[in-house]
């Protein structure tokens, strides 16, 4: 099976959305599926996150994996910790899609015990891509929301793999080690704006610059 993104295409759409960006959510997703089933509220062994639960975190994190995968070209989105973005985000900018990350975790895990007869996050990587290639052409019954929900969950994945690491994702910047962003600059010579000039990077948030204000961010910060 393919990729459900290409790397070439990832690193153009995370170009064209900026590398520091944070970017608000939509309203929230609601679906026919019903609520969280009670295996999603039991709790797991792994870090503590602030706003889902143990087990949503973990078909999270197994998700952003398959949307952005590590290769040979470098890390991806478990490693850049985008599933912990998008749980502190949970509580700020992205407050108002926590329903649909409620329903469509617990919907997407009860699809693949039913259609793959194993939950989400103990498939193996290439039925974990068939099981999410479903869910984001809508082949999932009883989840009519199961396209705009994937569709959710790849941009905040994006957002996490690229953003600010001050946000909580992007961890060690290797999103930006990705995509060659140098990180962060008050301050650029003529060499460095000459086009193909070798920028080293300084991996550095913006928060890091006295001339930029954490107040308003409206999200927890995150370990760099």
């Not at 649909?100 to 259609?115: E, T």
């Not at 962003?181 to 070798?198: K, N």
């Not at 300084?202 to 107040?215: E, G, P, Q, R, V």
Request: aromatic share 8%.
């Amino acid at each position: 099976m393919q990729p459900l993104i290409s790397r070439r295409e990832l690193l153009r759409r995370a170009s064209l959305a900026g590398a520091v960006a944070i970017v608000p959510g939509g309203g929230a997703l609601l679906s026919e599926a019903s609520a969280p089933s009670a295996a999603l509220q039991t709790a797991a062994s792994r870090e503590p996150y602030e706003h889902l639960t143990a087990l949503e975190a973990d078909v999270l994190e197994a998700m952003v994996a398959r949307i952005i995968p590590g290769d040979a070209n470098g890390p991806g989105a478990r490693e850049a910790r985008a599933a912990r973005y998008i749980d502190r985000a949970l509580g700020g900018a992205l407050a108002s899609s926590r329903p649909a990350y409620g329903v469509g975790l617990a919907a997407l895990d009860r699809f693949s015990q039913s259609a793959r007869g194993r939950a989400f996050t103990s498939l193996p990587p290439a039925e974990q891509d068939a099981v999410l290639s479903d869910v984001e052409t809508g082949n999932v019954p009883g989840f009519a929301d199961a396209p705009a929900f994937f569709a959710l969950v790849r941009a905040h994945t994006l957002q996490g793999t690229f953003c600010d690491p001050y946000y909580g994702g992007n961890a060690g910047f290797v999103g930006w080690d990705l995509l060659g962003y140098p990180g962060v600059r008050t301050f650029v010579s003529a060499d460095e704006q000459r086009l193909g000039a070798d920028v080293p990077a300084n991996h550095k948030s913006a928060y890091d610059y006295d001339m930029f204000t954490k107040a308003g961010t409206g999200t927890t910060p995150g370990e760099r």
